[in-house]
């Protein structure tokens, strides 16, 4: 059973940054694995992802150009960096991990293992 723990959410003011952080006690050498956010009454929404070992990257429309997601490998690890936060942006943030042949990485159902969530909160 793979765990992922998650670390960084916070409240921040509208335009600031946090930095989320996710790690994974899985093995394997490419996966698909990111964050995905969800506000009740809502559906979980893909926010960015990065097929580890190979670097290759997907974002939501809503967050191209504010936020990066990167890889640590030797940690099993990714991060999301978050800049310009919005309100809109308010949100519990979930990682995911899933395998390397999902056809739709940015569609929560494809993944199989996920974190317990970090809440983001952002003031306007």
């Known amino acids: 059973q793979v765990q992922l723990v998650e670390s960084g959410g916070g409240s921040v003011q509208a335009g600031g940054t946090l930095r989320l952080s996710c790690v994974s006690s899985?093995?394997?050498?490419?996966?698909?694995m990111g964050w995905f956010r969800h506000v009740p009454g809502k559906e979980r929404e893909g926010v960015a992802v990065?097929?580890?070992?190979?670097?290759?990257?997907l974002y939501a429309d809503s967050v191209k150009g504010r936020f990066t997601i990167s890889q640590d490998n030797a940690k099993k690890a990714v991060y999301l960096e978050m800049n310009d936060l919005k309100p809109e942006d308010t949100a519990m943030y979930y990682c995911?991990?899933?395998?390397?042949?999902?056809?739709?990485?940015?569609?929560?159902?494809?993944?199989?293992?996920w974190g317990q969530g970090t809440q983001v909160t952002v003031s306007s």
């Open positions: 995911a991990l899933g395998g390397q042949w999902i056809k739709s990485p940015l569609t929560a159902p494809e993944y199989s293992y």
């Open positions: 899985g093995n394997g050498y490419s996966y698909w």
């Open positions: 990065i097929l580890t070992g190979r670097g290759n990257t």
